[in-house]
């Protein structure tokens, strides 16, 4: 994006008085709203004088700043203010390179250093809490999802193999990355939340880590504590919606080409979901909190590799089924994958998309698949909670199982 030299200016200006704004606001005694203002334009200057001069006045001015900031340190020890914190400091020499970066660019990128700065320097409460929250086992598994995504992922083929050609290892093994970092996602945010959370809260939170453990946990919660069941009701109800989204961030990011197609009757059905949900937490108490059922981490190596074979033999059996038994024969795939994993059916058919699979049989299929998964958790609702729980959930799950077999029926309009 080509920026003029005055707007070049004004966006390190800008970005330099947002970080400077939070460090004053903090009580930073090193730099302030008009320091950082000036350390960002400093870095854009230096790299408008790097074009005709060259890169060394970037480099330059990097240093001074950095004796500016020994300079300042110094006198505060001299003042015997003793502070052993160095995020100011830091802060000050990134903001110099964002403000050269505006100027040699992208400047999106400097945008998005500049404000993920800011955001880093304002949360940190939460994150020091997170910190603490996170037990000895959850920095495990972290590193095990730092296993999946750095170390494993890069070194497998990018070829395609096996029967039919579908499976693709590097491909595949970067969908399972795709679902463990939403799943972790949400446990993290689980995590900065705490224990407790309104309802809202916990039923998105179990939507993002497991609809399916949610469900299974608020059964069980309202089989021993029936006071909970109006709750318990309304955070199945939303995990259940939670998962429509999920399905369309993946249409999202594995098949953009066709999002346009297959996520508008998909987030029909999560609006109808949402609606009866919105119903559920208006009569739930509202405010009131409760207790987030613990939550495994979801970066685990174990779970990666079953849902890589889960989605390995799905993605198999789709090829066979619409090489042999033509389309028609995905929908009983869908009815059955779905009720262990939407996820992976999802994938499959998405990657089937990319090597000629019509986008209106793709979109109902995953819909076949999400309502299969709602019809296996009202089961595991009457199976595991109270039957005013069960009565509750059914009702809840009447509004998208409607809308879903009548959107798979009828059609979508423009569509067929």
């Known amino acids: 994006m080509?920026?003029?030299l005055y707007a070049q200016l004004a966006i390190a200006l800008g970005l330099g008085l947002l970080v400077g704004f939070q460090r004053e606001r903090a009580g930073s005694a090193i730099a302030g709203i008009r320091t950082?203002?000036?350390i960002t334009l400093l870095g854009a200057v230096a790299a408008l004088l790097a074009q005709p001069y060259g890169a060394w006045t970037i480099a330059a001015g990097w240093i001074a700043l950095g004796a500016i900031v020994v300079v300042a340190n110094v006198a505060k020890l001299r003042s015997g203010e003793v502070d052993p914190g160095l995020t100011t400091e830091a802060a000050a020499l990134l903001m110099f390179g964002v403000g050269a970066l505006v100027v040699t660019g992208p400047v999106e990128m400097a945008l998005a250093a500049g404000g993920a700065v800011a955001i880093l320097l304002h949360f940190k409460a939460p994150l020091h809490q997170f910190v603490e929250r996170v037990g000895?086992?959850?920095?495990g598994a972290i590193m095990r999802f730092?296993?999946?995504?750095?170390?494993i992922l890069p070194v497998l083929p990018d070829t395609s193999v096996g029967p039919y050609g579908v499976w693709n290892p590097f491909r595949l093994w970067l969908?399972?990355?795709l679902i463990v970092g939403i799943q972790l996602g949400g446990y993290v945010a689980y995590k900065l939340v705490g224990a407790r959370g309104g309802t809202l809260m916990a039923g998105v939170l179990g939507g993002l880590i497991s609809s399916t453990a949610t469900t299974v946990g608020y059964a069980r919660r309202a089989a021993g504590e029936p006071k909970a069941t109006t709750a318990a009701a309304a955070v199945i109800g939303i995990a259940g919606t939670v998962v429509f989204a999920r399905l369309a961030a993946l249409v999202a990011a594995v098949a953009p080409h066709a999002f346009r197609s297959i996520a508008p009757p998909l987030?029909?059905?999560g609006l109808a979901a949402g609606a009866a949900a919105a119903v559920a937490t208006w009569r739930a108490a509202r405010g009131e909190a409760h207790d987030l059922p613990e939550q495994s981490n979801p970066a685990e190596l174990r779970?990666?590799?079953?849902?890589?074979?889960?989605?390995?033999?799905v993605l198999l059996l789709s090829a066979f089924a619409r090489e042999h038994l033509g389309s028609q024969a995905l929908y009983a795939l869908a009815i059955v994958s779905g009720v262990a994993d939407v996820d992976a059916i999802t994938l499959s058919t998405l990657q089937l998309v990319g090597r000629g699979l019509d986008a209106e049989v793709a979109w109902r299929v995953v819909i076949v698949a999400a309502l299969s998964n709602l019809v296996f958790k009202a089961g595991t609702v009457a199976a595991l909670g109270p039957r005013a729980l069960a009565v509750r959930v059914g009702l809840l799950f009447?509004?998208?199982?409607a809308a879903g077999l009548l959107v798979v029926l009828v059609g979508w309009p423009g569509r067929g």
């Open 136 to 139: 000895e086992g959850d920095v």
């Open 175 to 177: 969908m399972v990355v």
């Open 398 to 401: 009447l509004a998208p199982l």
């Open 267 to 269: 987030l029909a059905v």
């Open 36 to 38: 950082f203002a000036l």
């Open 146 to 151: 730092v296993l999946i995504t750095l170390v």
């Open 2 to 4: 080509q920026v003029p």
């Open 303 to 313: 779970p990666a590799l079953l849902f890589a074979a889960i989605f390995a033999v």
